[in-house]
Every structure is written in structure tokens, then in C-alpha cells.
DNA sequence: GTCTATATTGTGATAGAC
DNA sequence: GTCTATCACAATATAGAC
């Protein structure tokens, strides 16, 4: 029974993860997300009420795995650099196990901007944090000044780019060669860390 | 006659993007373009034989506006710093210009990566030839050693990003002011110029 | 070229047996 | 809880008059 229950529950989860992530909301089909889960589209609903509602479980679960878990590293007293290498090494490991979450957040979020309104209570998401300790190095003079919103945003830029823009990049850069794409990708938590220190650093 | 003809066309392939790039291609309706346009679908199927045809035609156009044009700015004689300078101003004011661009590109390509097979005859995109150079100025001594590769997916990061995370960003970072928005991406011109610069200038 | 009306298929959702 | 059968409607596409 509860046994039971829990187990068709989690089929239908991880079916539906599979299909809305390479679909989008709009793409996917129940029925498709029934074949996955080696059930029929009646269990799908009598789960879960509606397809939207459905989605939206799926939706808040990968917008949770969007956003770096990073809070305890951040207010942490490690040395600003360090914080920086800790930041983009755990969040592409999370990306690499999670390739497709980038792209169907950020699609579906277009498509639909208020789903943000529904999600904002309780992920305590404070940038203010790690942009009010950037503020106090460039005051101790230990990194050169720059602009933390902008830093913060060239920092997630470069880790999640190359999710984003897979195909093209691994299509233009790499005759898409997987194999290349991942080395590529494992590459760039060195690479990006001392792009960054380098172009903070004070000489 | 050939002058309705031009300007019904036209008409279309204007709601055709603006819907298409708002939705995507499983979110768009037929009905919603032939309202933008101020006609009924039965012209749609009159002037593109289907919703598919109609949105290869888009999607084509978008995807050349998608692709910075600076080849020629790549092959000239400037130096680099002036091409880095130039090649983020260019992209980024057309991408203001074209805000919803890049979005729909990467994600109708993560829906479908074939699309990219039929699309790239007659690009002549060329990242070798930048590679080359700034190969050409780590060997010179001018700038670090970096891997062009990243360089190039760094650049491109840095001034897609904020466009394919709009919503997040500001959100997040600006508390859904629009107007700080706009300066914001404003400012990233400079701002993704001189953090480059910082990155790879020697001392 | 442009319209109205309609055919046809696809898809989310429900009823009801087991 | 799980299934089959079916409803109701949405959406692409076409026929045919003007």
C-alpha cells in the first residue's frame, strides 16, 4: 500500500523529470510521461490532479538543484579566493550531474516570469551577503574595486553557460565530441577560478 | 497585388517572431500570430504551408541575429584589447536590441540540437581565426597564457548571460526594477571589457 | 489573396470496472 | 491503486466561396 504508493509516486517523478526537462512544459505529454513510468495516463492524474500541477512539483524540485547551495561557504571566514574556488568547483560538479537544469529553468522562467512570485518564501537566497564581503576586500585593498552585482553575474555566467549553451558550443568548439565536451567542462572549474582571481588581484 | 503580397508577409513574420520568441515553438498558437498579424490562420497556411515551415523561417532569422557579426573586426589589424572591446560592445547592443533572442535560440536547440545540422551552410563562423590570434599574443608576451577555448566561451558567457537569465537576475539583484535593468547592461560594456583586461594582462 | 466553415487529429482529463 | 474506454475541447490544416 504506502509501500506501493511511494513507489509509483517516485516513477511518475522521475519520468516526469526526465520528459519536462528535455521538453519544457509545453512540449512534454502525458503520455509520454505514462510510457516512462510503465503506467498509463489515468495514474498520472489520479497522482497528481493535472498536468500543471504535476510540473510545477517537477519545476520547484530543479529550481532547488538551480541554485548553488553555497550558503554555509559563503558566511564561512575562509579567504575570499578560496570562497571562489569553493563556489564554482561544487556548483559545475552539481551541473555535471545535472546538465539539463539550467536551460529548463531558465526557458520556463521566459515563458512565464511569476512562477519566481510562487517560489521566493523560504530559500533565503542573499547575494548581499557574499557582495557586502567583496565590498569589505576591496576596501582592505586586497582584491582591485569592482562592481559585485556584476561580479556575481560574471561568475554564474561562466559556470552556467556552457549548460545553457551546449549544443552551440559543443557543435561549433568541438564537432560534437562528447568526450571533448566533458574534458572541456571539467577544465573550466581551474580555468574560470584563476580568470577570475586574475583579473581581481591586486599587483 | 505583389505589394499586399510583401506587406501581408510581412505582417506575419512579424507576429510570427514576436509570438514565437515569446512562447517558443509548442507554445505558440496559430490563432495568437494570425490575431498579431490582423488576419485569420487560413493566410498563415496560404503564405508558409505549415507551423513548422513558418517557424524554420524564424527561427533562421534568429539565430543569424543570435551570431555577433564581427568577423570582420576579428580579421582586422586593431589589437586585441580593442577587438575585445569592440566585440562586447556590438554584441551587447544588439542584444539589447534583440533581448528575447537568445533564449529562444538555445532553448529551441536543446529541444532539438538537429536544427543545427540543417543551418550551417553559408555561417562561416571561424572562432579558429581568434583562437589563432590570441594564441599569436600569449606567444608575443602581450597577454597571459589561457586556453582560447574558454576565452572565447567566457566572452560570450559574460554578455549572454544576463539575457538568458533575465528574470533571475532581476529578480533576484534588482528587485524587478526594469529601469535599473537597462543600466545595468548598460554598464556590463565596460565592465566585461575591463574584467577581461584585468584577466589577461600582463604585469 | 482573403475569408468562413469544417475536417481531422491530438491531448488533458474523467468515469467506472476490477 | 490500477486499468480500459471515452469525453470534451483545443489546435493544425484544408475546402471552397468570394
Given at each position: 500500500?504506502?509501500?506501493?504508493?511511494?513507489?509509483?509516486?517516485?516513477?511518475?517523478?522521475?519520468?516526469?523529470?526526465n520528459v519536462f526537462l528535455r521538453k519544457g512544459l509545453d512540449g512534454a505529454r502525458m503520455q509520454e510521461i505514462a510510457d516512462e513510468a510503465g503506467i498509463n495516463k489515468a495514474l498520472l492524474h489520479y497522482y497528481f490532479r493535472?498536468?500543471?500541477?504535476?510540473?510545477?512539483?517537477?519545476?520547484?524540485?530543479?529550481?532547488?538543484?538551480?541554485?548553488?547551495r553555497?550558503?554555509?561557504?559563503?558566511?564561512?571566514?575562509?579567504?575570499i579566493f578560496?570562497?571562489?574556488?569553493?563556489?564554482?568547483?561544487?556548483?559545475?560538479?552539481?551541473?555535471m550531474a545535472n546538465p539539463h537544469v539550467p536551460i529548463f529553468i531558465l526557458s520556463e522562467l521566459?515563458?512565464?516570469?511569476?512562477?519566481?512570485?510562487?517560489?521566493?518564501?523560504?530559500?533565503?537566497?542573499?547575494?548581499?551577503?557574499?557582495?557586502?564581503?567583496?565590498?569589505k576586500e576591496i576596501d582592505a585593498g586586497v582584491i582591485?574595486?569592482?562592481?559585485?552585482?556584476?561580479?556575481?553575474?560574471n561568475m554564474l555566467a561562466m559556470c552556467v553557460f556552457p549548460?545553457?549553451?551546449?549544443?552551440?558550443i559543443k557543435g561549433i568548439l568541438f564537432q560534437n565530441d562528447d568526450v571533448q565536451y566533458q574534458v572541456f567542462l571539467q577544465e573550466r572549474k581551474t580555468e574560470i577560478t584563476l580568470f577570475?582571481?586574475?583579473?581581481?588581484?591586486?599587483?
Open positions: 500500500m504506502t509501500e506501493k504508493e511511494n513507489n509509483t509516486e517516485k516513477l511518475i517523478l522521475d519520468a516526469a523529470k493535472s498536468k500543471d500541477k504535476l510540473f510545477e512539483t517537477i519545476f520547484q524540485e530543479a529550481f532547488k538543484q538551480f541554485l548553488p553555497v550558503s554555509d561557504l559563503i558566511v564561512s571566514d575562509k579567504p578560496e570562497k571562489i574556488w569553493g563556489f564554482v568547483e561544487t556548483y559545475i560538479d552539481m551541473l521566459n515563458h512565464n516570469p511569476d512562477r519566481l512570485i510562487n517560489i521566493f518564501q523560504g530559500f533565503g537566497i542573499q547575494p548581499q551577503f557574499f557582495a557586502a564581503q567583496i565590498q582591485r574595486p569592482v562592481n559585485p552585482r556584476h561580479l556575481i553575474v549548460f545553457v549553451g551546449r549544443p552551440i577570475i582571481i586574475n583579473a581581481l588581484k591586486v599587483e
